[in-house]
């Protein structure tokens, strides 16, 4: 484990580490979940760029308060202020804070704007949102499944809904971590070719298996785990009179969930909107660990900047 090199790479892709990799960063936060003194103050005296294309409530407040919490300090760059690619091209913003900070973390649109950060940054980028992944997100999330069920392998892990960034990067992370994710979405929205055909190969080697399905109740049934996103993600807002139309039989509510294993977890990233994607009782149900997985966004971010930085694998 000790011999996994973590420091200064970047973080734009699940598939950016190996499975082991990605058992490591999970174990270590974990740790540091129960044992934060663990990290130390391995940010102190460091500084992280936090650049925002989008809103965000969780993304934002867990990496400052990871950073708060490891020594360091984040520095908000709220989407007017640095005009990424308009004021200033990429590689310039990206030149310009490797000089002063000491990690970059980007939400943005295009996956191609993270990419070009990373490749201009001599310091690490961490992708906090693109329109192609949300790997921070997964990360959180299976650190929460980890939690609730004793092992991650072989279980099944149902996605319903639409086929967008949360979904890729789970599908990513299933894959490399041996778990089966069946995909239950409409016609035309599913996920990212490329990356169900990186998933199916992945998990052809590690035990895991991906489908994809337009049939919900397929996709749920023997399901471990139920989560779901909203319909239209930032940056569709102009489709959201269609996907209204076209999203419905994809709700997780209380009739659909019931075809799932008995107390399967019921997931969702957040934000949500109740009664579109999921009913508030779903949501409110003992079954429901979103808050869990909000939570776990800290934990899981605070073992990614710590091992960049260069803490030890725990
Ligand atoms: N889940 C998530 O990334 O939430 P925010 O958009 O509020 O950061
Ligand atoms: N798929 C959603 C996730 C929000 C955290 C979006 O991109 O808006």
Redesign the pocket.
């Given at each position: 484990m000790k011999s996994i090199a973590f420091r200064d790479r970047d973080l734009l892709s699940i598939d950016d580490f190996t499975a082991e990799e990605l058992s490591a960063i999970l174990s270590t936060a974990a740790l540091l979940k129960r044992q934060p003194v663990l990290a130390g103050q391995v940010a102190a005296g460091k500084t992280m760029a936090m650049i925002f294309e989008?809103p965000s409530l969780?993304?934002r407040v867990t990496f400052e308060v990871a950073m708060t919490q490891m020594g360091g300090h984040a520095i908000y760059l709220q989407p007017s202020d640095i005009g990424l690619g308009t004021r200033e091209p990429v590689k310039d913003v990206a030149r310009n804070l490797s000089r002063w900070c000491d990690v970059i973390m980007a939400r943005t649109f295009k996956h191609e704007t993270v990419r070009g950060l990373a490749e201009y940054a001599s310091v690490p980028v961490i992708n906090a949102?693109s329109?192609l992944e949300?790997p921070c997100?997964a990360l959180a999330d299976f650190l929460t499944i980890s939690e609730y069920k004793a092992t991650v392998k072989g279980r099944k892990l149902a996605y319903v809904g639409?086929g967008?960034?949360?979904a890729h990067s789970l599908l990513l992370l299933a894959a490399k971590l041996g778990m089966r994710m069946a995909v239950g979405c409409p016609a035309g929205y599913e996920p990212d070719v490329a990356v169900v055909a990186r998933a199916t190969a992945i998990a052809a080697e590690s035990g895991g298996a991906v489908e994809i399905t337009p049939d919900p109740v397929a996709a749920v049934q023997q399901a471990d785990a139920i989560y779901t996103?909203?319909w239209t993600?930032?940056?569709q807002e102009e489709e959201r009179q269609e996907r209204l139309r076209v999203f419905p039989a994809y709700q997780l509510n209380a009739a659909l969930l019931a075809h799932a294993k008995p107390g399967a977890l019921v997931m969702h990233?957040?934000?949500a909107h109740r009664g579109e994607e999921i009913t508030d009782d779903v949501m409110e149900s003992p079954q429901s660990v979103v808050l869990d997985q909000a939570e776990n966004r800290l934990h899981a971010q605070k073992a990614v900047i710590a091992l960049l930085l260069g803490l030890a694998p725990l």
């Open positions: 989008k969780r993304t949102l329109d949300h997100q639409d967008n960034n949360v996103d909203v993600s930032m940056g990233c957040l934000p």
